[in-house]
């Protein structure tokens, strides 16, 4: 995907292990932090939810680790990017709203029970391991062996096909397909999506929707899930779970879209962001 802003500029942070995070910024107003995640860097997960926001916020678009302008490191676990996204946030150096999408979402709960610096905090159907259930994992670990399959014979955009499969609707896969863009984006950072699946699979270390840490979210919360998602039961039951452990969190539906939506429809994404995000954000100023 990609964006119509014409001006663009650069921001610079360094993560606890001295990973340089680059941003996108775009627009004016107050700081937004938008996190995107897997199979994406900043500008292709957002680049059409942007011109949406740019008028009322300053858009920051990191690209984490592995992706984009930024570094790569070894280290691709969910800790790691959580760290990521905290730098961004902290060096920004006034309180910022932080959006995140998917696994953007899952490690913008962790940034955001890690610093004071959120002020508003929306995910978009982030994924909860703490509740998948036994037949989803096995769907997911197919389309993991299928990646690290298409990664070793060197046929990356064969590999793409059951993730995408996976979590896109049918509407959503095929307007994937059919963007030449989108799908070398994707096919870009299969070796950094592998290594963050196969630790998502594993499920060790410090988790980033782990009740203790979702309790110490204290900014006012928006939880986003859209009515056509594939793999329902699951992000549906994660969205849930975030909002029984996060005080006070609110939870939307968006009629009408999937996983992606902020990339296929993102007008009607934007339509529940920019209230909440606009009311929020000033009540902390």
Known sequence: MTTNILTDQRHRAVSVDGTQIVARVYGEGPPLVLVHGA????????GELVPLLADRFTCYLPDLRGRGLSDDHPDHTREARVQDVVAVVESIGEQVGLVGASGGGMVALGAAARTDAVSALSVFEPPVFETIDADTLARFQEAVDALAAGIEADRPHEAIGPFVELIANEEEAAALAADGDAMDDIAAYLPADLAEFREGIAFEGPSPTAPDVLARIQVPTLLLHGSRTALRSWLLSGTRFVACHVP?????????????????????????????LEQAMVARR
Request: no cysteine; glycine share 14%.
């Open 39 to 46: 199979v994406a860097d900043g500008l292709s997960e957002w």
């Open 248 to 276: 006070g969190a609110t939870v939307r539906e968006i009629v009408g879209v999937g996983h992606v939506g902020h990339q296929i429809a993102p007008e009607r994404v934007a339509d529940e962001l920019v209230p909440f």
